[in-house]
């Protein structure tokens, strides 16, 4: 496969809804149901004043329902930025719905936990808890693992296409979305974050908190590729360099947050 740069290749072509496969729409439509519920959770979180390791309860499906919708939506904008009807393809409705069962599932079951005024993650207090603690492990590697899936496709509908910078990120960002997800979030598995609100509006910690360097794995799906387009735009025949030097800058980066995490 050819790696060229055209200055034409930015081909994020404008949002067409009507264009887009009915896989493509459900995935759209989930993603602003979470944004939709995370509203009413908000209100609910400055009624309900109960707190959990000195956090709000409701801190934490609030986080997973914007996760979410982030996720899903970002996964059918990367589909309209690579050439081929991607999204229009038999795989692309599994992947579609393997995000949202898998997604739901661990919305689902940390709202449920929170309006106990218990806790999702960590929580092994009886066999129950345990197995589904597990399964939420499951599900969170299923979920990114729909990225991997993503790429492979995208891969293999390139063809004899130009690879430009623009496809070469959102290849790289579904690719580290995956691996990088899967180890921070094996790592996070077996070491909890410190109790108590850390940093504004995020709540980590910048210390003995993996929890930084697993936003990073996850957001590679963002960040990567709107540096791919970024660069696609302003940086001209250097753009493919560019894009290299920001997913290694970013890589690097990942590593030494995953150090911090999990200094003694």
Known sequence: MSILYTAQSVSAASFDWTGLSTAQKTLCLYGLLMAVVLLPTYALSWIDVRTLREVGIWAKPMKFMAGTALFAL???????????????????????????????????????????????????????????????????????ASQAWLAWVIWKALGASVMTPTVLAVLLGLTLTFVLSTVSGFMLGGRQPPAGVGLPILGWHAWQDLRPAHFLAVHAQQFIPLAGILAERVAGQAAMPVVLTFTSAYIAAWFALSWMGMAA
């Not at 393997?98 to 936990?113: D, G, H, K, R």
């Open 74 to 144: 970002t996964t059918v904008w990367l589909t309209t930025l690579v050439p081929g009807e991607v999204g229009h393809d038999q795989s692309f409705q599994w992947i579609a719905a393997l995000i949202i069962v898998t997604s739901l599932f661990e919305v689902v079951y940390i709202t449920y936990q929170a309006s106990l005024g218990a806790g999702s993650h960590y929580n092994t207090t009886d066999p129950v808890r345990a197995i589904l603690f597990g399964l939420m492990a499951v599900a969170a590697v299923g979920l990114v």
